[in-house]
């Protein structure tokens, strides 16, 4: 797994449990909209990693060769 | 088990949808406005909005000299901040010094962004997002007039001021001024842009690319509609904010007012984009005492 | 606390999407990169309809999505085309407002 997808199933992760964190428990409305402030950005980057194309470089942090 | 929250979720997160639409319609009129004042064409209208989805489906890989989790997570920061100034701002009008700490966060997000990179043309972005810090030196000094005027800076209070005593823009022309140049200085192409200088390529945002930008230019919508939507609620008051239309309408003037001084003027260097803010903050600094000591 | 305009953030996604409409149209239709005073028929036909379907007075005003849609389609359009299709638009749709003011609803 690349570090890539490896911090975006991370932040699924986070982000879902946020999620079903703010969706539960808070009393105050104010405390659901700072969550979803909070969470959705990693609910975005989480799903965004898993839509981009499979990487063409050979090895870690080296950008693959396009030609000159 | 009941979902009371799962109604409060979507507002929070149509209306933040909504700030991203009108934002980067805003910039994209922005960018248009100044390409055909240079004769150019210019690009549709939507463009930011294509650029923000196309970047968000392209490849990326992390640079070998990135500093993570920082790299990455700086972005989700941008949002965050961003996210949580509209809802304190714009959704429940909560105080005014609030959002002055949410903007100087956001220099934290413009420095960590470029650090965190490891990229020259990033640290220098960087080391400029902290020099423009002199912009938010008017800032406190114009939430300080504000206060001396309303005796309050909970935006609900001002707000309900101006109803009785008409827009504050009137009675405090220089503090609106003061506050214009803070706007200025964040828009795109304005002379006070030194922390996105073609000079040092895309400034922090040399090594974000993909995704990443793609959140970041979320985050730049949204907090180009809150700024806009403060300047609107702070000085012009309830004529304007009342009526979501109308705050549209608002919007639109000040964003082709802008985009009309962008386009005219050159980029300033970095010390003379400073000289400037430190003058402005200080007439301004000056405009607080003479009111202090007058009473 | 500030209520959600869902019925603007309805019409800007509708606006968005006929632009990414007519953005898609644009490029497969023409080539040239720039081209001034070329109509494009069908963009025409839309906004027209856009424009007047702007001030009817449909049930829900489900009347300004659909019209915002059809006036996006020449306001998403590359660039030099569908410029004189977004202003006709717009005109009918500015004058039929106005009309529908002077009648009284």
């Given at each position: ?68 | ?36 004042i ?11 909005i ?8 392209k ?14 997570l ?35 997000v ?78 795109p192409?304005s002379?006070f ?27 730049d ?55 400037i ?5 200080a007439l ?12 | ?18 632009g990414f ?24 036909l839309?906004?027209i ?48 407002y106005?009309?529908?003011?002077l009648?009284?609803?």
């Amino acid at each position: 797994m690349t570090p890539e997808r490896k911090s975006g199933m991370l932040a699924l992760i986070i982000g879902i449990l946020g999620f079903l964190y703010i969706l539960i428990f808070p009393k105050s409305v104010l405390v659901v909209y700072l969550g979803t402030a909070l969470f959705t950005p990693f609910i975005l980057y989480g799903i965004g990693i898993m839509f981009i194309p499979k990487t063409r470089r050979r090895k870690e942090g080296l950008l693959p060769f396009r030609g000159w | 088990m009941e979902l009371y929250n799962l109604k409060y979720v979507i507002d929070a997160l149509a209306y933040s949808l909504y700030a991203f639409l009108v934002g980067g319609l805003l910039l994209g009129l922005h960018r248009k406005i100044v390409a055909r004042i240079q004769g150019r064409p210019g690009p549709p209208i939507l463009q930011y909005i294509l650029h923000t989805l196309k970047f968000y489906f392209k490849e990326i890989s992390f640079p070998i000299t990135a500093g993570n989790p920082l790299y990455f997570l700086i972005a989700l920061i941008s949002i965050t901040v961003w996210m949580s100034a509209l809802y304190l701002g714009v959704v429940f009008n909560t105080s005014l010094l609030i959002l002055m700490g949410l903007y100087v966060l956001q220099k934290i997000v413009e420095h960590g962004c470029g650090l965190s990179s490891g990229s020259p043309y990033g640290k220098l972005g960087g080391v400029r997002s902290v020099f423009s810090a002199a912009a938010e030196v008017p800032l406190f000094t114009v939430i300080g007039i504000i206060y001396l005027l309303t005796k309050s800076l909970i935006i609900e209070d001002i707000i309900r001021y101006q109803e009785i005593h008409g827009p504050i823009i009137f009675q405090l022309p220089f503090a609106a001024f003061a506050f214009f140049v803070l706007l200025l200085s964040k828009a795109p192409n304005s002379p006070f842009a030194i922390v996105k200088d073609k000079s040092i390529v895309s400034g922090y945002l040399t090594e974000h690319f993909g995704i990443l930008e793609s959140l970041i230019m979320i985050a730049d919508g949204i907090a180009w509609f809150v700024l806009l939507w403060i300047f609107l609620a702070v000085f012009i008051g309830p004529l304007v904010v009342s009526d979501p239309l109308m705050t549209l309408l608002g919007m639109v003037v000040l964003t082709s007012l802008i985009s009309l001084i962008c386009a005219l003027t050159p980029l300033l260097t970095p010390n003379h984009s400073v000289m400037i803010q430190i003058l402005i903050s200080a007439l301004a600094l000056l405009d607080l005492l003479l009111r202090i000591v007058m009473g | 606390m500030e209520e959600v305009p869902y019925h603007l953030l309805c019409c800007i996604v509708s606006l968005v999407m006929g632009g990414f409409l007519g953005l898609t149209y644009s490029y497969k239709r023409y080539l040239k990169p720039y081209v001034e005073r070329c109509i494009d028929r069908w963009a025409l036909l839309s906004a027209i309809l856009g424009g007047v379907l702007f001030p009817l007075p449909l049930p829900y005003g489900i009347n300004y999505p659909l019209s915002l849609f059809l006036l996006g389609v020449p306001f998403g359009m590359r660039p030099g085309y569908g410029r004189i299709e977004l202003i006709t638009g717009v005109s009918i749709a500015i004058l039929g407002y106005l009309i529908r003011g002077l009648i009284g609803r």
